[in-house]
């Protein structure tokens, strides 16, 4: 997610705290300023309310948690007018699998056309659903709550 600061903030506007949570697991969730430079986690807590700057943060990411915390305010827009915050799945030691490179079909299929799935019928509510890896599938109507898709 990149936040992008207003040059309307100010020094002086107090802070406004925002909090994202995650469902995922994360090895870690990392915010930079605008030059790619890491903002420190725990900076959000380890600093009493009128030292935190723009884009001050902390992750919480325990499985009852999965939260991010960071400060907005007009402190350091030189360094800290635009940020990123990115989610990592793995830090050291990623094995990623390669990923099959699939073509998408120039024909549109419609989940309401029961013709459009291998059984012949629309998924029912606590299916799990599976499109195959190129279709492409046009959502034209309301689907029932589905286990998975």
Same mark, same amino acid.
């Given at each position: 997610?990149? =936040?992008? $600061?207003?040059?309307?903030? +100010?020094?002086? +506007?107090?802070?406004?705290? $925002?909090?994202?949570?995650?469902? +995922?697991?994360?090895?870690?969730?990392? $915010?930079? +300023?605008?030059? !790619?430079?890491?903002?420190? !986690?725990?900076?959000?807590?380890?600093?009493?309310?009128?030292?935190? =700057? !723009?884009?001050?943060?902390?992750?919480?990411?325990?499985?009852?948690?999965?939260?991010?915390?960071?400060?907005? !305010?007009?402190k350091d827009m030189d360094n800290r007018a635009n940020m990123v915050i990115t989610g990592h799945r793995c830090v050291v030691n990623c094995e990623l699998a390669a990923v099959e490179e699939v073509s998408i079909s120039d024909e549109v299929i419609y989940w309401s056309d029961p013709a459009s799935w291998p059984s012949g019928e629309l998924p029912v509510e606590g299916e799990e659903v599976e499109i195959i890896p190129g279709v492409n599938m046009m959502l034209d109507i309301d689907t029932p709550l589905l286990k998975s898709l």
């Open positions: 997610m990149k =936040i992008m $600061m207003s040059n309307r903030w +100010d020094e002086a +506007d107090l802070n406004v705290h $925002m909090v994202t949570n995650f469902t +995922d697991v994360r090895a870690a969730v990392n $915010m930079t +300023d605008e030059f !790619n430079v890491l903002i420190a !986690n725990e900076t959000y807590i380890t600093k009493v309310e009128d030292e935190l =700057i !723009n884009g001050d943060c902390v992750v919480y990411n325990q499985t009852e948690v999965r939260e991010f915390h960071f400060v907005l !305010n007009g």
